[in-house]
């Protein structure tokens, strides 16, 4: 299956050497290449490591392990919380929190990695999730995390974008408030409003929780996967 060929690919091995290289990956890569022509390994729901919930838990890895078995993109879902007064960002799934802070739990981790890897940079998408109507991800709450990185906001930006520009730096993809994220004039946006046939769902039971219906696709054959990865 995909996730066997990736395993094989990506995760860190007994050979302390290869494991050392997934760290630094792209320290061969030429400073001219565009991003663009770049196959960059990403997981989906990155910050999901660590939860005990089934159709919650994407990750085994947390982010920081992730880096350093050579993920390079990052699927960042959040949003906002009020206790007691005192609003915070917060990683979500859905609308199930993930008792887990942005700043500490995802962005922390991503900027220790490239201090210590400084050859490399991070691919990292931040959507907003449904979690509370209590306090909802702001325009300030954007531009603070936006201003910690590269922000590309179009294909015809990352289109521009060379290693050499971005090595050491996070390259931001805002994915907030649904806006999505535009390729050219196109306008196609990448989000999870899609639509599958009856066939591709499946029932969902967890000992006290509410039974659902879910979305699942159907997985790329494996020959399309090693030609991929090999």
């Given amino acids: 299956n995909r996730t066997g060929h990736f395993n094989n690919v990506f995760n860190s091995t007994n050979n302390p050497k290869r494991k050392r290289n997934m760290k630094s990956w792209m320290q061969n890569i030429s400073e001219a290449k565009s991003v663009i022509d770049l196959f960059i390994p990403g ?8 939860v005990d919930l089934p159709f919650v838990t994407t990750q085994s890895k947390n982010i920081m392990e992730q880096l350093e078995s ?5 699927d960042i879902r959040i949003n906002k919380v009020n206790v007691k ?3 915070g960002i917060v990683l979500v799934h859905g609308k199930v929190p993930l008792l887990k802070e942005f700043w500490r739990d995802a962005f922390d981790p991503v900027k220790e990695f490239l201090y210590d890897n400084p050859t490399e940079f991070v691919i990292v998408s931040i959507k907003e999730d449904d979690l509370t109507d209590t306090a909802n991800i702001s325009n300030n709450d954007v531009k603070s995390i936006l201003d910690n990185g590269v922000y590309v906001s179009s294909q015809i930006e990352l289109d521009e974008l060379t290693v ?17 994220y535009c390729w050219g004039s196109k306008k196609i946006k990448v989000g999870d409003n899609y639509s ?10 967890v000992p006290g929780i509410k039974e659902r219906t879910q979305r699942i696709c159907v ?7 090693s030609d991929l990865v090999n």
Wanted: hydrophobic share 30%; with cysteine.
């Fill in 43 to 50: 997981t989906h729901d990155s910050a999901t490591s660590g």
């Fill in 70 to 74: 050579g993920i390079r993109f990052l």
């Fill in 85 to 87: 007064g005192v609003e």
């Fill in 164 to 180: 050499k520009e971005c090595r050491g730096k996070i390259i931001f993809i805002n994915r907030i408030n649904s806006e999505g």
């Fill in 196 to 205: 599958l046939p009856t066939e591709f769902r499946e029932q969902v039971i």
């Fill in 219 to 225: 997985p790329i054959p494996d020959p399309t996967w």
